[in-house]
């Protein structure tokens, strides 16, 4: 039976919807301190809604399509206060603290969960720091920007910490430690996925040079119903047989790699919230023989986004570079991509090649991983002067048959890790043949050479997907692996 309401009672409805607020402003959120602050949320169209909160009352009114929204004045971090909501109904927000508020987003590496991490037992059980704060996005994909989200506050303890991201508990427990302030992050992230998938359609569209991303998901699209007529025979012949692993889902409308899918339904409605930075931990779903080279511009793209979406001007965007495993080969130049990003401004590269798992794409030292990506905070964004990444590549000389190689970030000089020679350099000449080279540290530079190359133009640095390479600085933190640009145009 289809229950029909008078026009007048079903308007009284609609009339008296309750101010609502979005899930990110409920019970132990964090708020970013020393910056304004915004507080939105729905009412009725025209509604006069009050914000309370330490002595300061800020009205706003509902504008026609009830959305409404206000600032707080910058709040320096104290103890915990409760904010009020007050339109037609009363909202009481518990336990609201001002501290350094990080987005962590990413793949499975950065979803990487505590309950995984290396010496879980032991980390878990010491993870009792009521000045961490999490707040775990729920995974969804949508075709639009949508403007909420799910998930709820956590307050670190051993109880709580298992599902949260281990490289994003690192950074912030170090952040917390070193700054004396409370910290929180927000978990946005979901693995196998894609950089496109985290971009916003208008930005992807614009580009003529990430053009053919868009291109391959209309090809994929119109592939899906073959696709997924055939996925469904293998299922159905499994379901009889239940022999080996089941068949994989296609690729097809809603999956997590749609261009802006996740963008619109897990960062999209983040961006009114005020914070610090993001880290990121992404990259292997775009190390393939179309992704890697453009990833430097998807990337790059992606970055400028993000912080064109926040309006807060270039924010800290701390990354890290793949980590060693045996992958597809694709690796080393996705590697590139990476580093090539480092030219936006406020950007770090936490380099990972020493803390992989050459059998295992998810390593399970996420401590190190967190430690690299804090270094970087606590030096661009808390002004700490700490040397925060290791030697990164600058240019390269001839002397002769030898080449010197420049870096920046050396700190107070270069060194080998563990005993032996300087391993992972590579030299060629203009026939761009590479050969093994004999290294060694001179000053704060690198001098290669071989025997079967007379002319040297061209230097590469743990190229490979798996690299045997120990170039540190003397903080022991490893040089990134590069090659020039002679050989990067090749």
Known sequence: MKLCLPLALLGAAIANADVRLPALISDHMMIQRRAPVRIWGWADPGESVTVSFEGQKIPSTAGSDGKWETFLKPTAEGVPSDLTVTGRNSITVHDVVAGEVWVASGQSNMEFPMARVKGSEQEISSANFPDLRFFLVKKAVADHPLDDVQGTWTICSPETIKPYSAVAYFFARELSQTQHVPVAVIDSYWGGTPAQSWTSMPTLQADPALKFILDDWQTTLARYPEAKQKYDEKLAQWNETKVGNAPGKPVG????????????????????????????????????????????????????????????????????????????????????????????????????????????????????????????????????????????????????????????????????????????????????????????????????????????????????????????NKDGLPASPFRNKASSER
Do not use: C
């Open 253 to 472: 409308p809603d999956h997590p790699n749609t261009p802006a899918g996740l963008y619109n339904a897990m960062i999209a409605p983040l961006t009114p919230y005020a914070i610090r930075g993001a880290i990121w931990y992404q990259g292997e779903s775009n190390a393939s023989p179309t992704h890697a080279y453009a990833y430097r511009r998807l990337f790059s793209t992606m970055i400028e986004d993000w912080r064109h979406a926040w309006g807060i001007g270039p924010m800290p965007f701390y990354f890290v570079q793949l980590a060693n495993f045996k992958a597809n080969g694709w690796w080393p130049l996705l590697r590139e991509s990476q580093t090539e990003t480092l030219e936006l401004r406020n950007t770090a590269m936490a380099v990972a090649i020493d803390v992989g798992d050459p059998k295992d794409i998810h390593p399970t030292d996420k401590q190190t991983v967190g430690h690299r990506l804090a270094l970087a905070a606590r030096a661009q964004a808390y002004g700490e002067n700490i040397v925060y990444s290791g030697p990164v590549f600058r240019q390269l000389t001839t002397e002769g048959s030898r080449a010197r190689i420049w870096f920046d970030s050396v700190g107070e000089g270069l060194s080998a890790r563990g005993e032996g020679p300087l391993v992972g350099f590579e030299i060629a000449g203009p026939d761009g043949v590479f050969v093994p080279a004999e290294a060694g540290i001179d000053g704060k530079t690198v001098l290669v050479s071989s025997a079967s190359v007379r002319q040297p133009v061209m230097a590469r640095y743990a190229w490979a997907d798996d690299p045997t390479a120990n170039l540190i």
